[in-house]
């Protein structure tokens, strides 16, 4: 019964910020590597951002220095700060877990930086 539900997005101007929210359920929240995907229309999904078990993070490039992803064990909980946000952040954000060979993803949160 693993579940991951997302939450925090919303519409912000250029250089505001959002922080995203993945609440997980189902599995040892804090033994797994944790990662944040998004995807924009007509795109292919694309890796943001990991935190690793011991809270070792990795970044794409087009998100290093501005976004930073972080963990609350106690809470079950991943974030994602994202600060000095770009029109093309834009994008639906997804919240990933995977079990051996068997990946699960959270709905989604929707993500619009405009003027």
């Known amino acids: 019964q693993v579940q991951l539900v997302e939450s925090g997005g919303g519409l912000v101007q250029p250089g505001g910020s959002l922080r995203l929210s993945c609440a997980a359920s189902?599995?040892?929240?804090?033994?797994?590597?944790m990662a944040w995907f998004r995807q924009a229309p007509g795109e292919q999904r694309e890796w943001v951002a990991s935190?690793?078990?011991?809270?070792?993070?990795t970044y794409n490039d087009s998100v290093k220095g501005r976004f930073t992803v972080s963990r609350d064990n106690a809470k079950n909980t991943v974030y994602l700060q994202m600060n000095s946000l770009k029109p093309e952040d834009t994008a639906v954000y997804y919240c990933?877990?995977?079990?051996?060979?068997?990946?699960?993803w959270g709905q989604g949160t929707q993500v619009t930086v405009s003027s």
């Open positions: 189902g599995f040892s929240f804090s033994s797994r590597l």
């Open positions: 990933k877990v995977t079990d051996h060979f068997t990946s699960y």
């Open positions: 935190i690793t078990s011991s809270s070792s993070t």
